[in-house]
């Protein structure tokens, strides 16, 4: 998730999303301290998981941290909600916290917090989710604007999304395959197309060719896949675009 906007009570604050281990975040210039993430207005980030890595924790003692270091999260950036308080299973090296689909957690603004400011004193902080509109309702309108040449255009119609037209993957069987390719996979779900040559499923880069399809199953066989890869699946319909994941 990379597509909030990192702030900090910090002036080193990127160092924690730089992606080098070495680099900490440190030295807050006032007695409390905070890192974390802003999405932009109307805007929530549906979290999945955090992750931050402790590389500098003195002989191993947590006792500091326990209770004290609280993630948080918040729709206005003033009145937060604690969502979790670090615990002495804390270590030198990555935490991690994970929640399932039902849990996750919806928030415009999250972050560290702690009273003092060493407390946040960490090398790198990873956020996992998608950044979304803070709707549920079934439909939502979008106001279009043209530009053209740096000279903005407002247009009077709107631009519709409903949930009815987007493809929906409910199921995955099985979750786990070998790395070297010839995995049936089924994918069950809602608005697939029953036209082979009009699904397209890619596993972490992979393409998984589609050996069967309907409205509401396709199957597929994966390729290899050498090395370590980035975790990914992208399904994708002619004419109708992405299948929501969930």
Not at 13 to 19: K, P, S
Not at 66 to 91: A, E, P, R, W
Not at 169 to 186: C, E, M, N, Q
Not at 190 to 198: A, L, M, R
Request: glycine residues 8%; aromatic residues 10%; neutral net charge.
């Amino acid at each position: 998730m990379k597509s909030g906007v990192y702030w900090s009570t910090y002036p080193n604050t990127l160092n924690a999303f730089d992606d080098v281990m070495t680099d900490s975040v440190s030295g807050g210039s006032t007695g409390e301290c905070n890192i974390g993430m802003a999405f932009k207005p109307k805007h929530i980030g549906l979290l999945s998981s955090i992750k931050w890595f402790m590389g500098d924790i003195a002989n191993g003692d947590t006792t500091y941290l326990q209770d004290k270091l609280i993630f948080q999260g918040s729709m206005d950036n003033t009145t937060y909600v604690d969502i979790f308080k670090v615990d002495l299973n804390v270590h030198e090296g990555w935490n991690y916290k994970t929640w399932e689909p039902k849990d996750y957690q919806k928030y415009r603004f999250y972050r560290f917090h702690g009273e003092t400011k060493d407390l946040c004193k960490m090398n790198e902080l990873k956020f996992t989710g998608v950044e979304t509109i803070a709707d549920e309702n079934p439909t939502y309108e979008c106001d279009v604007k043209v530009i053209v040449q740096g000279q903005e255009n407002a247009v009077t119609n709107k631009v519709r999304f409903t949930d009815a037209m987007t493809p929906l993957l409910t199921a995955i069987s099985p979750r786990f395959g070998t790395v070297t390719g010839g995995t049936k996979v089924t994918f069950t779900g809602t608005g697939f197309s029953s036209v082979k040559t009009e699904n397209s499923i890619v596993i972490d880069g992979i393409p998984c060719v589609v050996d069967t399809a309907s409205a509401t199953s396709i199957e597929c066989t994966t390729g290899k896949r050498p090395g370590l890869r980035t975790s990914r699946l992208d399904i994708k319909v002619a004419n109708k675009g992405s299948v929501a994941l969930q």
